[in-house]
């Protein structure tokens, strides 16, 4: 209804950041498609930032799946640059001799394939601590309030709504889809640098190469509604989506990637080398899981609108994308402009906009 738009509004304008702003028409079938009847998805709400659950239902309980894999890492990681503060001692075991790389697919799949050594790993953490708390941390208290749980004599731990909703948390990707634009355009299309050489740069932090960085930080860049970064963002998170997919649960279900990312894009880039995007070592990664690295969206925000959307969420995972706008700009005409921007952002097929 328009009033609770205005409302909403009214809201973020006093400096709120919520409410968040979640669209049913990309919710709702996303649910579905995981195995939720269509009842129950329309009754979702949404756990913490942004994680969908069923009230009432046993469908979303988080032990250890918490984890996240910082993609940018599984990158560097394959054109083996190290890591100022290594966190992971090891982001995947597939390595490219720069001088050897022919094509962006080339180093695509070794991302990806480092990206699937990270995941294996870390749900079969999962799996067993979820075996763990299980055995030893029952839940009686939750298990009276949640469905069916009291007729089958069962804690909540026990058994599980269908779909078994485990989720995994993923960010970076954009400072990925930014890097490998960068190296896409001056590596193989423009030809200005060599493989070899833009590695250097990136392991020395950029130090001594400055014109080659601000060559990577003027290639396209995600957010300006621009197909040579944007897809590049698409490919990326659907393979990413569907290695994690690939895992399963205790259960047997598929693990779910998901963009609950919180702070996790900043405290894990203080820990990450040097990127292809231009980003110096220790710098945070994109903002969120599908907004654009801070600063480099330079056509206003339906430009961003339109970059966000073509990461179809149906075919990826559940992004958190951030917007920040000064509150003086939702209040008088502007608030009727943003009721237009929000409208854009349903028309567009985001699942969710904070």
Wanted: hydrophobic share 40%.
């Amino acid at each position: 209804p328009e009033a609770l738009v205005k409302k909403a509004i009214e809201v973020l304008a006093s400096g709120m950041p919520q409410p968040a702003i979640f669209n049913d028409k990309v919710n709702l079938p996303r649910l579905v498609e995981l195995g939720c009847s269509i009842e129950d998805a329309r009754e979702y709400s949404i756990n913490n930032c942004m994680v969908p659950t069923i009230p009432g239902q046993n469908f979303n309980h988080i032990s250890a799946w918490a984890a996240g894999v910082p993609l940018p890492m599984c990158l560097n990681s394959a054109l083996d640059i190290p890591d100022p503060i290594p966190f992971y001692k090891n982001a995947g075991p597939n390595k490219i001799d720069p001088a050897t790389i022919a094509s962006l697919d080339e180093l695509l799949d070794a991302t990806v394939e480092n990206y699937k050594w990270v995941i294996h790993r870390l749900v079969l953490i999962g799996n067993i601590t979820d075996a763990l708390y299980k055995e030893y941390a029952p839940r009686p208290f939750l298990s009276t309030l949640i469905d069916d749980c009291i007729d089958r004599a069962e804690d909540v731990r026990d058994w599980n709504y269908q779909p078994d909703y485990r989720d995994v948390t993923l960010f970076g990707l954009n400072t990925v889809a930014d890097s490998l634009a960068a190296i896409t355009k001056v590596v193989f299309d423009d030809k200005k640098v060599s493989m070899e050489a833009l590695v250097e740069a990136m392991r020395n932090n950029w130090q001594g190469h400055e014109k080659l960085r601000r060559m990577c930080l003027e290639a396209p860049k995600f957010g300006n509604d621009d197909d040579y970064v944007d897809l590049l963002s698409l490919e990326f998170a659907s393979r990413v989506s569907e290695e994690t997919m690939k895992c399963k649960t205790n259960l047997g279900s598929p693990v779910i990637p998901d963009g609950t990312a919180s702070t996790a894009w900043w405290s894990f880039g203080r820990v990450c080398a040097a990127t292809a995007d231009g980003r110096v070592a220790g710098d945070p990664f994109n903002d969120g899981t599908i907004s654009p690295m801070t600063g480099r969206d330079k056509k206003g925000p339906t430009a961003v609108l339109k970059s966000v959307s073509k990461v179809d969420p149906m075919k990826t995972w559940n992004h958190l994308f951030n917007q920040t706008v000064v509150p003086e700009y939702l209040t008088g005409h502007n608030a009727e402009l943003f009721a237009q921007y929000l409208k854009t952002f349903g028309d567009l097929g985001i699942h969710h906009i904070q």
